[in-house]
């Protein structure tokens, strides 16, 4: 998502991961193992029973990731700040090995003010976090049309309440963003909620209703 915006460098999700081994992922670009890893973890049902791929397949997805993140690890300038989030990139595509540009393959692109990215938003929307699969640390991002009080928790594949990142905050309209950073949970499927509740104007007394959607996002270490 990130790279279709241009946030970061745009077509990392057509490049090649092949890492020279008999790893079974070799030859799909990554943004098809992005949704490789996902179905992997919600798993398959058979004879109504819940199945999950062997453990070898998450090994090959896990060694896979791991490299394709580390290809692009580097320092963030946290100092300097402009009118939009975009990221340079740290190194060039030569240089890593695990990784191949994809010739005659358009890079998939999104217009910010198409996806809904604008200042001043019409309503309320919850993005994809970036990355994801990610490691240790991801992005979410959301629009809100109006001030609003808003919730924002992570939740485990049971259910369970694992974090909180805004608990009934008061936030401006606009675009906003939160990090969330797993380095203390288990790999694995997670699910991230936003609840907001519109804050009546000075000339509308009447309060908006709540507006809540879910997202899944996979972490893998």
Same mark, same amino acid.
């Given at each position: 998502?990130?790279?279709?915006?241009?946030?970061?460098?745009?077509?990392?999700?057509?490049?090649?991961?092949?890492?020279?081994?008999?790893?079974?992922?070799?030859?799909?670009?990554?943004?098809?193992?992005?949704?490789?890893?996902?179905?992997?973890?919600?798993?398959?049902?058979?004879?109504?029973?819940?199945?999950?791929?062997?453990?070898?397949?998450?090994?090959?997805?896990?060694?896979?990731?791991?490299?394709?993140?580390?290809?692009?690890?580097?320092?963030?300038?946290?100092?300097?700040?402009?009118?939009?989030?975009?990221?340079?990139?740290?190194?060039?595509?030569?240089?890593?090995?695990?990784?191949?540009?994809?010739? &005659? @393959?358009?890079?998939?692109?999104? *217009?910010?003010?198409? %996806?809904?990215? /604008?200042?001043?938003?019409?309503?309320?929307? #919850?993005?994809?976090?970036?990355?994801?699969?990610?490691?240790?640390?991801?992005?979410?991002?959301?629009?809100?049309?109006?001030?609003?009080?808003?919730?924002?928790?992570?939740?485990?594949?049971?259910?369970?309440?694992?974090?909180?990142?805004?608990?009934?905050?008061?936030?401006?309209?606009?675009?906003?963003?939160?990090?969330?950073?797993?380095?203390?949970?288990?790999?694995?499927?997670?699910?991230?909620?936003?609840?907001?509740? &519109? @804050?009546?104007?000075?000339?509308? *007394?009447?309060?908006? %209703?709540?507006? /809540?959607?879910?997202?899944?996002?996979?972490? #893998?270490?």
């Amino acid at each position: 998502m990130a790279s279709m915006l241009g946030i970061t460098p745009v077509g990392l999700g057509e490049l090649v991961y092949d890492d020279g081994t008999t790893n079974p992922t070799n030859g799909r670009m990554v943004k098809e193992l992005v949704g490789f890893a996902d179905s992997a973890l919600s798993g398959y049902y058979q004879s109504s029973v819940h199945l999950y791929p062997s453990p070898q397949v998450f090994k090959s997805l896990d060694s896979a990731i791991a490299n394709i993140n580390a290809a692009f690890e580097g320092p963030m300038d946290t100092t300097s700040f402009g009118t939009s989030l975009v990221l340079k990139g740290t190194r060039q595509l030569g240089s890593v090995s695990c990784l191949r540009a994809n010739p &005659g @393959i358009v890079p998939a692109t999104l *217009d910010r003010v198409n %996806a809904g990215l /604008t200042e001043s938003p019409l309503d309320y929307q #919850l993005y994809q976090n970036f990355p994801n699969p990610f490691n240790p640390s991801t992005t979410i991002q959301f629009d809100l049309p109006q001030p609003s009080m808003v919730t924002l928790k992570i939740y485990n594949m049971l259910g369970q309440e694992i974090a909180t990142l805004a608990d009934n905050q008061q936030l401006e309209d606009g675009y906003q963003e939160f990090t969330f950073d797993a380095r203390n949970i288990a790999s694995g499927a997670y699910f991230y909620r936003l609840s907001a509740t &519109g @804050i009546p104007s000075d000339d509308n *007394d009447q309060q908006s %209703a709540l507006y /809540t959607i879910t997202r899944k996002m996979l972490f #893998l270490k």
